[in-house]
């Protein structure tokens, strides 16, 4: 599941007149190499770095260690604009900085098929913090990627021309194919090692997407390496956003309910390869992993957090009556009521039912004994696999080797 890619790097050498330029790096995927060019749109200057080698980090790297290097990734979403910048490290990576704003880019376009001025407006201003963010601190490699909203709008590239000529981020329209990928990268660690098999989903504002990585056979892989386990993915064309536009998201009945979760379900069954997935459940050992605002949120909720705690929610199990009751309490709940609760607020009252309707559609098609929450996905997966494509880890791994056998003497 690869795909051509742009990537953008973001460095102080970039700077222009007090404006950031952005600067299109190496591709971040294991795919065909990525168009790569360079260039300020107020200036007109252009550069080819196809011939550059890969920097090292501005302070050099020894060699077998780590290179100190900062990373970042961006995610713009129909709901959110989310950056996060990190540091590799022996295994894994540190995040050094996050940014997150609900900017709802998709307000209102399942009616008008396009983006909405004041839309743009909201989420121009948080790339533009994100762009802050990423030159103050250094970064020198990043993937900027834009999902549902500006693949579904027809003015989307123009959207995406307007961020390029007001900010110098050069953002991709990610397919939904890369965000499948991407979202099964960034929570691999959270795969279960005993597990057959595990059906991932990811509910977003503008569109679902699930995964089935069939792990039958997967001989110890972990890690990124789980991408390649990948049996069967769909989109769903429903989100939160447009499923809450459709069917009212703030007062919503039991007959509502049932319309949103009737809604999302009708598009499981585009899914080529369901009843297999259904056979592989009932043998056992299949668990699900559930990645976005929607679950965490529930699960911020069923435990009763007074506020929310990526540290309490992020990897925790559920059983399948736990997650029934989770989403029974929140169907109980009055608007006001979610407006009140620290992990719901003002910004996900209206949307947090339309995630529960997606998530029972999923339930009930394919119904596993198991849950694992990951407050963790799209821009995570990136991370890895821009750290991967420049072998960080596997640069320092003579490093460890020796650190071992001198540890064994």
Same mark, same amino acid.
């Given at each position: 599941m690869s795909e051509p890619s742009r990537a953008g790097t973001v460095g102080r050498s970039l700077e222009l007149a007090g404006l950031e330029r952005a600067a299109s790096g190496p591709a971040a995927t294991a795919g065909p190499a990525a168009e790569r060019s360079s260039g300020d749109p107020r200036s007109g200057e252009a550069r080819d770095l196809r011939s550059r080698p890969a920097r090292e980090g501005r302070h050099g790297t020894a060699p077998g260690a780590v290179p100190d290097r900062l990373y970042a990734a961006l995610d713009l979403g129909t709901n959110n604009c989310r950056l996060l910048v990190a540091r590799p490290e022996q295994r894994g990576f540190r995040v050094v900085d996050a940014y997150s704003r609900i900017v709802r880019l998709g307000e209102g376009l399942g009616h008008a098929n396009r983006l909405g001025e004041a839309a743009m407006d909201r989420a121009l201003e948080a790339l533009v913090c994100c762009r802050d963010k990423m030159r103050d601190r250094g970064v020198e490699r990043a993937r900027l990627i834009a999902t549902e909203a500006c693949r579904a709008a027809e003015n989307g590239p123009q959207f995406i021309e307007r961020v390029r000529q007001e900010t110098g981020m050069s953002l991709e329209i990610a397919s939904r194919e890369t965000e499948a990928r991407l979202a099964v990268a960034g929570c691999a660690s959270l795969v279960d090692p005993d597990a057959n098999g595990v059906v991932l989903f990811d509910i977003g504002g503008g569109s679902s997407e699930i995964v089935w990585l069939d792990l039958r056979?997967?001989?110890?892989?972990?890690?990124?390496?789980?991408?390649?386990?990948? %049996?069967?993915?769909?989109?769903?064309?429903? /989100? &939160?956003?447009?499923?809450? +536009?459709?069917?009212?998201?703030?007062?919503?009945?039991?007959?509502?309910?049932?319309?949103?979760?009737?809604?999302?379900?009708?598009?499981?069954?585009a899914f080529s390869l369901g009843r297999e997935l259904s056979a592989a459940i009932c043998d056992g050992k299949v668990h699900m992993l559930g990645t976005s605002g929607t679950v965490t949120t529930l699960a911020g909720v069923h435990f009763?957090?007074? %506020?929310?705690?990526?540290?309490?929610?992020? /990897? &925790?199990?559920?059983?399948? +009556?736990?997650?029934?009751?989770?989403?029974?309490?929140?169907?109980a709940m009055p608007y006001e009521e979610r407006v009140g609760n620290p992990c719901i607020g003002a910004d996900r009252a209206d949307l947090v039912l339309a995630g529960c309707a997606i998530l029972e559609s999923i339930r009930r098609r394919w119904p596993c004994q198991r849950l694992r929450v990951a407050d963790r996905g799209l821009r995570e997966g990136i991370l890895m696999e821009l750290m991967a494509a420049d072998n960080v880890w596997r640069r320092n791994a003579p490093h460890r080797h020796r650190s071992r056998s001198r540890k064994q003497q």
């Open positions: 056979n997967r001989c110890g892989a972990r890690g990124v390496a789980l991408t390649r386990f990948i %049996r069967a993915w769909i989109s769903l064309p429903v /989100g &939160v956003v447009n499923l809450a +536009e459709r069917h009212g998201g703030r007062h919503v009945t039991s007959d509502t309910f049932e319309a949103m979760v009737n809604d999302a379900r009708e598009h499981l069954e009763g957090l007074k %506020r929310y705690d990526r540290r309490r929610i992020d /990897g &925790v199990w559920m059983d399948d +009556e736990d997650v029934t009751a989770m989403i029974e309490r929140l169907r």
